[in-house]
């Protein structure tokens, strides 16, 4: 195969980290970008060199394209992302993948159908603590795994709200849990394995949005080890940590920093925790991180060798039901098991 051709759709805030890491990596070629808003689209083609679309349908039409990254808002990625899929185009969502487990199944379902890949944008787990973190768990040396908890406090203010109406709207977005804690609930699921059940409270105490601005959930999970989440954009003045915790009977790793990048704690019995601490990764210059090439890089793998990227449709799935199951628990003020019985919308009648 020659070089992949790529088509990207919604030049807004998170498209650079893809425009610019497909511009770097070898074998991948940017192709078009598409935007509704004409000045988004004109920046983005000035600066990237591509061609360019208002309608990313007529996009879509375009051959040379094999892979389209899909940054739009949230609530329009599973109807593009199907719309790319039909064209026989391979696919890369940012999270959340869909705003319900129907649109998610629609999507992976169809791709199978159309034997093209789905990839999710949790390029976290890219992260170099977070791939250190994943081979000593494969390793079992964890021991039994007790707890673990995911803590996302950061800072969104009226402004960042007020800069797109998409965002925390129920339609297009949910609160701090759909967008900005989903990355840590899914490396929480990643570490500690399927969820059995969720009880939660969510409240919008600062910011004039629909979704939540605040929420804590606790967790059991399959093997009777516990978990928390607490998720925020409320935190003063800016964004603290993002940190995910796991402990077993034979080790304990925090990773904190201010999107899971610095190892706080690094302890098990053959492990030199000071060696680790000495050695640690850059803090990326914002919360995005360094992984959008990594995942890209990985998707271009699997597109080359016809097997499943990293984080396909499936992996993305998982973070999502969790969200949804912890919407349903304070919409309805009790515990909620996953898997889901149900389907239900987002939205929280407070
Ligand atoms: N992986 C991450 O760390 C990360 C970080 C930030 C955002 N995101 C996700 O990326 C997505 C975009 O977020 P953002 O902050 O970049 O949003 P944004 O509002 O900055 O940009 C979205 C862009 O999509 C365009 N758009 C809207 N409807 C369109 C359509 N029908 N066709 C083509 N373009 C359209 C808008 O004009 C805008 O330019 C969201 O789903 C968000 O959750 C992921």
Not at 128 to 139: G, P
Not at 162 to 181: E, H, K, Y
Request: hydrophobic fraction near 40%; charged fraction near 25%; charge should be neutral.
């Amino acid at each position: 195969m020659g070089e992949i051709g790529f088509g990207l759709i919604g030049c807004g805030r998170i498209s650079k980290n893809h425009f610019e890491s497909i511009k770097a990596l070898p074998g991948a070629d940017l192709i078009a970008a598409a935007d509704i808003d004409k000045r988004a689209l004109q920046a983005a083609v000035g600066k990237y060199q591509c061609q360019g679309y208002l309608d990313y349908k007529e996009m879509l039409k375009e051959p040379k394209i094999q892979v389209v990254n899909v940054c739009t808002p949230s609530g329009l990625h599973a109807q593009i992302a199907l719309d790319a899929i039909r064209s026989g185009k391979h696919v890369i969502i940012e999270k959340p993948m869909a705003m319900s487990l129907v649109e998610a199944d629609s999507v992976i379902k169809a791709a199978k159908r159309a034997g093209v890949k789905v990839g999710v944008a949790h390029q976290n787990r890219f992260n170099k603590t977070i791939t250190r973190l994943r081979q000593v768990y494969e390793q079992g040396k964890f021991g039994k795994l007790t707890h673990g908890s995911a803590v996302v406090r950061w800072n969104r203010n009226d402004q960042y709200y007020s800069q797109a109406p998409w965002r925390g709207t129920w339609a297009n977005d949910g609160g701090c849990l759909m967008n900005q804690s989903i990355h840590n609930i899914d490396l929480l699921q990643w570490m500690m394995g399927e969820v059995e059940s969720v009880f939660a409270y969510a409240a919008t105490n600062l910011r004039k949005i629909e979704g939540e601005d605040v929420a804590t959930a606790v967790l059991k999970f399959k093997s009777g080890a516990l978990g928390l989440i607490e998720a925020t954009t409320t935190v003063f003045p800016t964004n603290l940590e993002e940190t995910l915790n796991i402990f077993g009977s034979d080790g304990t790793v925090v990773l904190g920093g201010i999107a899971v990048n610095k190892v706080e704690a690094w302890r098990f019995a053959d492990e030199d925790e000071a060696a680790v601490l000495a050695n640690q990764g850059a803090e990326p210059p914002n919360v995005y991180g360094f992984g959008h090439a990594d995942l890209i890089a990985d998707f271009m793998d699997a597109v080359i060798s016809d097997r499943e990227p990293a984080i396909n449709g499936e992996e993305g799935r998982k973070a999502l039901e969790i969200i949804l199951a912890i919407y349903h628990s304070v919409k309805y003020k009790k515990e909620i098991k996953i898997p889901l019985q149900e389907e239900f919308t987002i939205g929280i009648s407070r």
